[in-house]
Structures are given as C-alpha cells and as structure tokens.
C-alpha cells in the first residue's frame, strides 16, 4: 500500500469533522504507523500498529479515520457513558452500523491497549446478540426497589388511557406523586423502532401532569441507590410544588 498516506486525521480531529456532538475543537490529532519516527509540536500523534488495516474516507479533502475508526482512536480518553452517548446518536443516525466495528473488534482481540476493554463494554449493549433480560427479570429488580419503606406505595403493570389514542400499561404508577415509573430493557435496535412510540407515551403522560421516570435494566442492576435517590428527589420537588400551588 505504498500509495497509502502515512498520516492520517483521528481522533478528536476526525470527531469534529465526523460531526460527533459534544466533541469541540483541539490541536490536530493525527494517526500514523507505530514504526513511524515522526514527532510533532502542533499535532498529537497517534501510533497504530495495524495502521495500514485502518478504514478511512475523505472529508473536506482530507484522509480521515471511519466513523467506527474514529471511534477506537477516542477510546482511551473518553469516559464510557460519553462514548456510549456518541454511537448511539450516530447509530441513530444512520451515520454507523454495529457491524463496522468488526474488523476493529477482530484487530484488538485479545489486546489490554488503554480503550479496548472500554470499546468493547461500550459495544456490547449496542450489538445485535447483546444479552436483552426478559419482562420477569425486570420486574425482578424493579419492584424491590420500589417496595422500599422510603417510597410511597404503588401500582404494578397499571393500565391507563393517556389520551384519546393511546392506551398503555404502566411498569408502576406511584398516585401520591403522580409518578410513572418505566424500565427499559431492550436491544438497542428494538429501542430505535420503539422511539417514536415512547416518546409519545411520555408527552402523553406529562400532558396529563404526570412526571415519567425511566431507568434502564443496567441501572437498577448496578446502581440501585442512584434509581432510589432519583426517585425521592423527583418525589420531595413533586410535592412542593404541590403544596406551593
């Protein structure tokens, strides 16, 4: 690949010009062969070893990393739940497939290099075989939490009308609060399709003067104390200004 630039625009570089949201301007990133002797005082450089496997395209007529590419150069230096943020917005967007992190996966199987492990925590909730639990194993989680002696009590599976066209059953409705409380538990594709529909179910509730609370599945299975502190504060603000009025 002798024809092949040995320098190439990466990371937050190629963010910017990717169109990532959240991602602001710095000095140049660029990404260059691990065997390169290269040194620069106005760009980063970073070195990959499997540089010439890199997919790239042409922005604004420069060589820049993919999506996905731009991706495992971000990596190392971004915190989980911002990356995770970026690929769904453009997996929403249609900008990225799931499947164009393959050969990435492929070259860093195996590999400790700072972002793998991250990349692929991040890839594992978005991926088509990701582990989806089922209705039950909800519930599982979800009404011990509200069973909590702190929380006011509640119905389970509530069925509603939230206005003329739309009927819904509730994962748990708290009355004292006016509060509806839903867990999203699944596939990423399959909450894509569901988007619009939820959306929806939301402003159709908030319409009525409900507040919609939603926790996903990860959520309330790793951090149950942040979902019951959610809920109490939205509590204690619902019923001051309640009483205010």
Not at 42 to 55: G, K, P, Q, T
Not at 63 to 81: D, H, M
Request: charged share 30%.
């Amino acid at each position: 690949m002798l024809s092949r630039p040995r320098a190439v625009l990466a990371g937050r570089s190629a963010a910017v010009l990717h169109g990532f949201e959240g991602v602001s301007r710095s000095r140049p990133e660029i990404l260059v062969p691990t065997n390169g002797s290269g040194r620069s005082s106005l760009a980063r450089l970073i070195r990959e070893r499997y540089f010439d496997e890199v997919a790239t395209t042409r922005i604004a007529g420069f060589e820049v990393t993919s999506v996905a590419e731009t991706f495992w150069t971000l990596a190392s230096r971004t915190p989980a739940g911002r990356l995770q943020r970026i690929v769904d917005d453009q997996l929403a967007g249609r900008r990225l497939r799931v499947d164009d992190f393959d050969p990435i996966l492929a070259r860093i199987e195996g590999e400790r290099r700072p972002g793998a492990p991250r990349l692929r925590e991040v890839l594992a909730d978005v991926r088509l075989d990701a582990y989806q639990p089922a209705t039950s194993e909800l519930e599982a989680h979800l009404y011990p939490l509200l069973d909590r002696p702190e929380l006011p009590p509640y119905s389970r599976q509530c069925p509603i009308r939230l206005d003329d066209e739309i009927d819904a059953v509730l994962d748990a409705f708290i009355d004292l609060w006016g509060m509806v409380v839903e867990v999203d538990g699944r596939r990423w594709h399959t909450r894509r399709a569901d988007f619009e529909r939820d959306r929806r179910r939301d402003n159709a509730a908030l319409a009525m003067g409900l507040i919609v609370v939603r926790f996903t599945y990860r959520m309330l299975v790793d951090d149950p104390e942040y979902c019951l502190q959610t809920l109490l504060k939205a509590g204690r603000n619902r019923m001051h200004r309640t009483e205010v009025q």
